[in-house]
């Protein structure tokens, strides 16, 4: 049975948390995830469920958060005409494909490597939100053909290796193909629809020996559902302020941050 001490701060600092993510999720288009991995892993360690699966349990309750998280943000934007659900559909295929190829990949691997993936993807993530700039392109229209089979599993891959929506990913190769930053914004979400649900689903089969209480597959059901509370309830305002005011210096604040969070992943990583 765990300690309730332990238990009552964890629960007060997930919704703390919970809240955040949602407001990022509507405003920065990176995805409550990106958040919410590291927070997981530090309060489950905490509480003594460290073990080589522990990342899984992270990855695996990050993204059932973000089902409910991208569709409330991807509802939110379709209201004010944003997103290009044309994109969504002509993705969808390969982002799944690359979604469940991801659940199957972390199932195998241990805790410690997906902190070192984590760390690393979370750094370029961070230092692209820093330095980035909106005029940047490698094309003026969303990549077709082998370009688009290649990029539409990857992103899925990678996300899910990183318990993230289709933000961290999914806006920056939108706003690089020439989409405008608002819709991007608006249809990242969509793909974290299409990246969560699946994986989800297959992180429900993954058998975890070392779990908190609540926990199926690698799902932890009370950590999911203190979560979207948060989001459900803070998502709509992230979305209200993403179309009322200019984001950057916030994601700059935002970049310095993740970079630190990165960091002293890959720091646990390495020397434990």
Known sequence: MPDLTLLVPMALMLVIIG??????AGLLGVGGGIVLVPAFYYAFFSLG???DQLMQICLATSLATIIVTSIRSVLSHHKKGAVEWDILKTWLPGIVVGAVIGV???AELRSIILQAVFGILALIIGLYLGLGRSEWRLAEEMPK????????????FLSVLMGI???SFGVPTMTLHGRPIH???ATAAGFGVIIAVPS???FLFVPVTVSPPGTIGAVNIPAFLLIIAMTMITTPYGVKLAHAMDPKPLKRVFSVFLILVALNMLRKAIFG
Not at 19 to 24: I, Q, R, S, T
Not at 145 to 156: D, E, N, T, W
């Open 200 to 202: 989800v689903i297959g």
């Open 145 to 156: 053909g082998i370009k688009r089979v290649i990029l539409s599993p990857l992103l899925g």
């Open 165 to 167: 929506g289709g933000g």
């Open 49 to 51: 469920y460290a073990s």
């Open 183 to 185: 819709k991007a914004v």
């Open 104 to 106: 199957l990949v972390a």
């Open 19 to 24: 809240g955040f993510a949602g407001v990022l």
